[in-house]
């Protein structure tokens, strides 16, 4: 097992926009993996690109500099300029081992997050995970990382104060939605069905709205959102161009790098229009802000409401800290108790050789000397023995490397 390692470009360093251009769309994305895992020679990797961050975690023993650092963020990136590349390769947070790993776990607690306390940042961390599975770039490293990441996040979202205030994008987006809406038959475009849109739909149930409109890439999918409203209805991102209604609120949020709706999918008309762009890169064209009847609501929006909460995060950033501590000294355990395994995972084969040659050569007339009772008797033994010789080292192993007390 090698080193974690993370490549993080994120809110804290850079504006949205630089962040939207290392978002890859899905369709791309197995391809860019292999030839990212093909320039650095790592053994596992995993790409990460939510409304606020992109980020790659793979696991390479060596130190990552920064021009192969330029090498595979250049793969996932929407220009070419490679200058730009350059200074984002050179600013762009770099982690390698510990740090990487308590930096995967903080963020999966939605710690390390614009919207502190947001839960969405977990779902989308093992949407990847199990994305780089599917393409075989996931083994022992990133499993167990994993693992200690969602075990750790839980215990964030429910023994800390971060879930109970609601600092979510979806929460925010749904407030903002709220202040400008009252009744219940307008008509909403959602495009996108995604974990947001899903999130925001489920918003719009509870309060009874019914003519909701879904427009996706996959029709199965915007149909599964559609079929939860009265009035519901399904179609793919073709249909934009010609809306089935006349659309009051435009909620939008695809991981798509291309914009998707447009002036003339506004009606021009003197009744407001509200668009929400959740993406990023966003999926509205910017003229469309520009038109006089729409207001528009986006991330640089949400991120200015949660810099309001800074007191209340810090607080509850507090009690989070012990809790993300244990979570990096129980992953610290897994990672030398699965080095152990790895180690010594040739005994079994060895210790049924040794049998093998026991039984077929060394005592082979003696045995074949036996009458039946006494050859099962003798190899009942040796099968006893051989589990105990298997799996008695592996406990002493792991005690002697853990530090652990052996038990008789």
């Known amino acids: 097992m090698k080193k974690v390692q993370v490549i993080s470009i994120q809110h804290q360093q850079f504006p949205l926009e630089t962040i939207g251009k290392f978002h890859l769309d899905s369709a791309s994305l197995k391809s860019a993996l292999l030839e990212a895992k093909e320039v650095s020679n790592c053994d596992e990797i995993m790409y990460i690109n939510t409304c606020n961050r992109v980020e790659w975690i793979f696991t390479l023993d060596h130190f990552v500099c920064h021009g192969l650092t330029a090498k595979i ?86 023994e800390t104060d971060l879930r109970r205030k609601p600092v979510s994008i979806v929460s925010i987006a749904w407030k903002a939605f709220q202040n400008k809406f009252n009744q219940k038959d307008i008509h909403i475009g959602l495009i996108g069905a995604g974990q947001i849109i899903t999130n925001f739909a489920k918003f719009l149930k509870e309060e009874d709205y019914s003519n909701i409109h879904v427009f996706n890439r996959s029709l199965i999918r915007a149909q599964q959102i559609a079929q939860g409203f009265e009035k519901g209805t399904a179609h793919t991102l073709e249909a934009l161009r010609i809306t089935p209604v006349e659309i009051d609120a435009w909620i939008v949020c695809t991981g798509s790098t291309d914009f998707l709706l447009f002036p003339e999918q506004i009606t021009p008309s003197k009744k407001r229009v509200f ?11 910017p003229t469309v802000a520009l038109l006089k009847n729409v207001e528009s609501f986006d991330m640089r929006d949400i991120q200015a409401i949660t810099s309001e ?36 995972q040739s005994i079994p084969a ?30 009942n033994i040796l099968d006893y023995m051989e589990k105990k010789y298997i799996s008695v080292p592996m406990k002493m192993a792991k005690a002697v490397l853990l530090d652990l007390p052996q038990k008789n």
């Not at 668009?275 to 064209?285: C, I, K, S």
């Not at 810090?314 to 180690?343: D, F, S, W």
């Not at 060895?350 to 008797?377: M, N, P, Q, R």
Request: with cysteine; charged share 30%; net charge negative.
């Open 73 to 158: 963020i250049s793969i996932f990136c929407n220009t070419q300029e490679e200058e730009f590349i350059k200074t984002v390769a050179k600013s762009c947070v770099r982690l390698s081992g510990e740090e990487a790993v308590l930096h995967c776990i903080k963020t999966a607690g939605s710690i390390n997050s614009a919207v502190i306390g947001e839960h969405e940042i977990l779902g989308q961390m093992r949407a990847s995970y199990e994305l780089s599975v599917k393409y075989d770039l996931a083994k022992d490293g990133l499993r167990i990382l994993m693992k200690q990441c969602v075990k750790t996040s839980k215990q964030i979202f429910t």
């Open 275 to 285: 668009v929400m762009d959740l993406a990023l890169p966003q999926n509205v064209h």
């Open 309 to 344: 909460n800074i007191a209340f995060r810090n607080l509850a950033l507090e009690q989070c800290e012990p809790i993300v501590m244990k979570g990096l000294e129980e992953y610290k355990i897994l990672e030398q108790e699965r080095k152990v395994e790895l180690a010594m």
């Open 350 to 379: 060895t210790i049924k050789e040794i049998k093998k040659t026991a039984l077929g050569s060394v005592f082979l007339k003696e045995f074949e000397g036996l009458d039946e009772h006494s050859k099962e008797v003798i190899e």
